[in-house]
């Protein structure tokens, strides 16, 4: 059983900056897909990013050149680094693992952006 934890959300103004944490409880290899999708009030939940070795970062229309994924493989650790925030943004991210056939989440972490 994997275990996700995410951190880094919170409050942040339009135009600011917010970097998300999320650490597996087990080391994971490198070529197994990690990343973040995210889910706003009364949508569907959408791809942000993911990441696995060996191939380009998968980003959603969503990042549009704001939000930067990476990955530490020893830490079995993502984080998705975000820029120029919008309202729009505002939503529960929430970290995605897939291992063994099986997809992972975790509980999400909230980011709000808001003035």
């Known amino acids: 059983q994997v275990q996700l934890v995410e951190s880094g959300g919170g409050l942040v103004q339009p135009g600011g900056s917010l970097r998300l944490s999320c650490a597996a409880n087990r080391i994971v290899h490198s070529s197994v897909p990690m990343g973040w999708y995210r889910q706003a009030p009364g949508k569907q939940r959408e791809l942000v990013a993911t990441?696995?070795?060996?191939?380009?970062?998968n980003y959603g229309s969503i990042a549009e050149g704001r939000f930067t994924i990476s990955r530490d493989n020893a830490k079995s650790t993502v984080y998705l680094q975000m820029n120029n925030l919008k309202p729009e943004d505002t939503a529960v991210y929430y970290c995605?693992?897939?291992?063994?056939?099986?997809?992972?989440w975790g509980q999400g972490t909230q980011v709000t952006v808001s003035s």
């Open positions: 995605y693992l897939r291992v063994e056939g099986k997809n992972y």
């Open positions: 990441l696995r070795s060996g191939r380009d970062p």
